[in-house]
């Protein structure tokens, strides 16, 4: 079993930025691709990015697109998401996710494994 890690969560003011990281163990991280969502209270669960294997194909979602990057290190074993220019709106729970298809998938039914998920929280 793949198990994944969340960390960097906090309270940031809008405006500014986090960076999360999600640590994999358990299984071969590289023969996964990787995604995360988020989650706020009362909502769905909401595709944030993915990224293919080794790392060269990245695709977001439409309401973080040219404010978070994500990105991975096979050597460590860690992905990671860059969020900058943050909104009250981006406060959610944001969790890490796996993926063993090829294909781009951004429903959270397409990833096999998840983590536990790492609090966001961005006042005005």
């Known amino acids: 079993q793949v198990q994944l890690v969340e960390s960097g969560g906090g309270l940031v003011q809008a405006g500014g930025s986090l960076r999360l990281s999600c640590a994999a163990s358990?299984?071969?991280?590289?023969?996964?691709?990787m995604g995360w969502f988020r989650q706020a209270p009362g909502k769905e669960r909401e595709f944030v990015a993915r990224i293919s294997r080794i790392g060269g194909s990245r695709t977001y979602g439409d309401s973080v697109k040219g404010r978070f990057t994500i990105s991975r290190d096979n050597v460590k074993n860690t992905l990671y998401l860059q969020m900058n220019s943050l909104k009250p709106e981006d406060a959610a729970v944001y969790y890490c996710a796996a993926s063993t298809r090829i294909s781009v998938v951004t429903t959270p039914s397409g990833y096999d494994y998840w983590g536990q998920g790492t609090q966001v929280t961005v006042s005005p």
């Open positions: 358990g299984g071969t991280f590289s023969n996964s691709a």
